[in-house]
């Protein structure tokens, strides 16, 4: 069946599907959202909530309606959301969620290819490194990736320019490798207008911890879950930062996780790297310049991930290692 351009379907309606619908609807990005859940009234009160604003004249109109998997089947991009997230009390160890939503990926990508095997799937459910991976190697999907450590990356740019006293928007850098508590950032990749990192004292006056900003931005998911129940916007807006990428073809270059083919000498795990994204997906990953410190913090993401791939393999995702060190991080 022909790709319907602008057919966007969202699997799961809780905070983050929720949200990620609104988003699109609100940046006028699709065509025809189709929403799927488990529980269909609750998709349907979110789909009726969510048509009323395009009464506004600032929305161009969408098709916006209640489906279920066969909808998939002339998909151009299919965003899913489904499976438990880390609530307010729980344990700061992401992992926790895995075993849970490896059963959830499985009904979820069983229910996908069931249509289509054309749609770019973009993941968020956590944690989401190990299970694109998984699903890639388990269901051979050609074009799946995730949000990875593009919110990171955004969060790490808006702390840092709060820092600094500037605009966000003016800052150049990456968060990479997993989206959790081994992610790390090539300090000799960042810059401001070209400035490299290193001359940010003497420019700002201002002295940047590294070590305190990474804690501070790995902690700062978990920060909001505590005192708002949820994270939702910002993963909103990144997953709708992935979707324009898309639908326009404008080959920008985000931090997604997807398995390299042997980009930064890696395979066989995926990990957010810099990639360039336009309408059939990831068509290139960027290999940075990475200096001592980076190559280091990159092969101890490699190696935890790894590590994680080998305990699923081994059926033993209940005794998943922990990442040693650094403060787990939350995943939206």
């Given at each position: 069946m022909a790709i319907k351009r602008g057919k966007i379907i969202i699997i799961g309606a809780g905070h983050v599907g929720s949200a990620i619908l609104n988003s699109i609807l609100g940046m006028n990005l699709a065509q025809e959202i189709v929403l799927i859940n488990l529980d269909r009234d609750q998709a349907l009160g979110e789909v009726l909530d969510a048509s009323h604003t395009l009464a506004f004249s600032y929305n161009a109109g969408c098709a916006i309606r209640v489906g279920d998997y066969p909808d998939c089947a002339d998909a151009q991009i299919i965003i899913n959301t489904a499976g438990p997230s880390i609530r307010p009390g729980d344990t700061h160890d992401r992992m926790t969620l895995l075993h849970t939503n490896l059963r959830v990926m499985a009904s979820v990508m069983d229910g996908i290819t069931r249509y289509t095997r054309d749609a770019i799937i973009i993941n968020v459910t956590n944690p989401v490194d190990v299970l694109t991976y998984w699903c890639v190697r388990k269901y051979d999907y050609p074009n799946m990736l995730s949000t990875g450590t593009l919110l990171d990356t955004a969060r790490m740019n808006k702390m840092l320019a709060d820092r600094l006293g500037i605009d966000a928007r003016s800052v150049t850098g990456f968060v990479l490798g997993e989206h959790g508590g081994t992610a790390f950032v090539p300090w000799n990749t960042v810059n401001i207008g070209g400035l490299p990192f290193e001359h940010f004292e003497r420019a700002f006056g201002k002295r940047i911890d590294r070590d305190a900003l990474m804690q501070d931005v790995k902690a700062s998911g978990l920060d909001i879950i505590e005192l708002k129940g949820y994270t939702s916007s910002g993963i909103a807006l990144t997953a709708c930062r992935v979707v324009s990428a898309i639908l326009f073809d404008a080959h920008s270059v985000l931090p997604l996780s997807v398995i390299p083919r042997g980009e930064?000498?890696?395979?066989?795990?995926?990990?957010?790297?810099?990639?360039?994204?336009?309408?059939?997906?990831?068509?290139?990953?960027?290999e940075l310049p990475l200096d001592e410190d980076a190559q280091r913090d990159m092969a101890v993401c490699e190696r935890y991930l790894r590590g994680v791939i080998r305990e699923i393999d081994a059926g033993g995702a209940a005794h998943i290692p922990q990442t040693q060190g650094v403060r787990p991080g939350a995943f939206n």
């Open positions: 930064y000498g890696l395979g066989d795990v995926a990990m957010s790297l810099p990639c360039v994204i336009g309408e059939k997906g990831v068509g290139k990953i960027i």
